[in-house]
């Protein structure tokens, strides 16, 4: 978030702007090019335009709520909470918070940015104004720093080396990647290494889970080299025989490409905006099992066909993201906003809805017996709609997809996390940050319907049914809603 900061000074300055950044904290090495936070009331003023960057608990929202000027929004897009749950509770707290803190930002700015179309579904979701997607920028010269020799030489020995680059925080699932590759060595390439680069705090419950996942796995030459310098990066990617991530979500996801510039394939789990910033390069995956995930590994290893088709798909997905485009693309987006010329748009569906059916698989397991009670309960309810999760990927768009089914409405969410062939304990259906805001911003009453519990529930009240007979929680369910206040005559 701070490069994105540091680059879109840059542009702004180069643009003819004023610009300076404002922040709580920062890295020593960027002193001269940051201003405290608690000074910006003092010198903004009625002409001052304000970029709000959010991604985490900042405790600033009364800061921005009082100053002068104008606003607008940049996310980079909020961690689902539950990923942290079991390693990180204060984590977790505050990733709850900065989503509080994203509702409470909405009347104050008059439009909103994303880095992926994922991300800007949530905020259209979450009814922000003038919801639209700025490319990321990436400075390519800044990775080109030369490969550490030392590092280089002990890593480039004839072994296959899989390579990940990230923190090692419980959303990225690096004991994941870590089963991949135990699988991958055991079944294909007793020869190989797995490379692990980025910043690892041994102390926290997860730095020691994953210790724990590598001493179980027993697999050979797994390394965790905690936080690298650019020379050791560069020396990492320079002997990469594939790069492998597992990560539960990402609103962008930069290691991705920063892999594909420096001519390394690329396999990922497609989850939350993954696909989206690989564009259809790669190998992504709608599956995180580790034999299966290992597998793709192995193929690109012995297929030297398909491993120059894979590099030569992401040479072509970089060749949209060069600076002077990225950078003609941004002004063109900022340009309304900053020259005051927003136009009126046309507001995406807005929901009129008296009662919200919210039953994730509805469209990809439409015979389930929560399906069936969505329809038995939307027939009769005038104004229903039926939120449900999106079995494919969800058109480019800011919205959610709305169609028109026997009368009611189906709103299709992009999930956070690919959907699996069948819904089990193991494998249950992920939730959706975009499906979760529609919820918390409508004023409709809600029904939950889970797909994998026969019960209906309506606020504090959990009406239990028999998956044969759906048609046995319909009349309970109507008459509670009638009871607070929801007509059903159709």
Request: glycine content about 6%; aromatic content about 8%; charged content about 20%.
């Amino acid at each position: 978030m701070g490069n994105q900061a540091r680059y879109l000074q840059s542009l702004l300055r180069g643009w003819g702007y004023a610009s300076e950044i404002y922040a709580e904290q920062w890295d020593s090495e960027c002193q001269e090019q940051v201003r405290p936070a608690s000074n910006y009331p003092k010198e903004a003023d009625a002409d001052t335009a304000l970029l709000i960057h959010h991604s985490f608990e900042s405790r600033l929202v009364p800061l921005i709520a009082r100053s002068p000027g104008r606003k607008a929004l940049v996310y980079h897009n909020v961690t689902p909470a539950p990923l942290f749950e079991g390693f990180d509770r204060k984590v977790a707290a505050a990733c709850l918070a900065a989503r509080e803190e994203l509702l409470a930002l909405r009347p104050w700015v008059e439009c909103a940015y994303a880095y992926s179309h994922f991300s800007a579904e949530e905020l259209t979701a979450a009814g922000f104004p003038h919801v639209s997607v700025i490319p990321f920028a990436l400075d390519w010269g800044a990775f080109h720093a030369p490969p550490d020799p030392t590092l280089q030489a002990e890593f480039d020995d004839g072994c296959v080396n899989v390579l990940f680059v990230g923190r090692a925080v419980p959303s990225k699932r690096i004991d994941d990647v870590m089963r991949v590759f135990a699988a991958y060595q055991r079944l294909y390439q007793p020869r190989s290494r797995l490379i692990i680069a980025g910043y690892l705090n041994r102390e926290t419950p997860y730095g020691t889970y994953l210790h724990g996942v590598k001493e179980l796995l027993g697999a050979e030459r797994i390394h965790l080299l905690g936080r690298v310098s650019a020379a050791q990066l560069s020396a990492c990617y320079s002997v990469a025989t594939a790069y492998l991530s597992m990560s539960r979500h990402e609103g962008f996801g930069v290691p991705l490409l920063e892999a594909m510039e420096r001519g390394v394939p690329v396999v990922a789990y497609g989850a939350a905006a993954i696909p989206e910033t690989m564009g259809g390069a790669g190998l992504a995956t709608r599956t995180r099992d580790p034999l299966e995930v290992a597998q793709l590994l192995a193929v690109l290893e012995r297929e030297p066909g398909l491993r120059k088709k894979i590099l030569s798909g992401q040479r072509d997905r970089l060749a949209s993201l060069g600076q002077e485009q990225v950078a003609a693309r941004i002004r063109e987006g900022l340009s309304p906003w900053l020259e005051g010329a927003l136009t009126a748009q046309e507001m995406p569906s807005v929901s009129t809805a008296s009662v919200d059916l919210v039953c994730p698989g509805y469209e990809s397991h439409p015979d389930a017996p929560a399906s069936r009670l969505a329809r038995a309960l939307a027939r009769q309810l005038p104004e229903a709609r039926v939120l449900a999760l999106s079995p494919a990927p969800v058109p480019l768009s800011v919205s959610p997809r709305v169609e028109a089914r026997e009368g009611f409405q189906v709103w299709s969410f992009s999930p956070d996390q690919p959907l699996p062939a069948s819904p089990s304990a193991d494998f249950p259906l992920p939730g959706s940050s975009s499906l979760e805001m529609a919820v918390r911003t409508s004023s409709a009453s809600t029904v939950l319907l889970e797909a994998d519990a026969a019960v209906a529930k309506l606020g504090e009240q959990i009406i239990p049914y028999e998956p044969n007979q759906v048609e046995t929680a319909v009349h309970p369910l109507l008459e509670s809603l009638r009871r607070s206040g929801v007509t059903h005559a159709r």
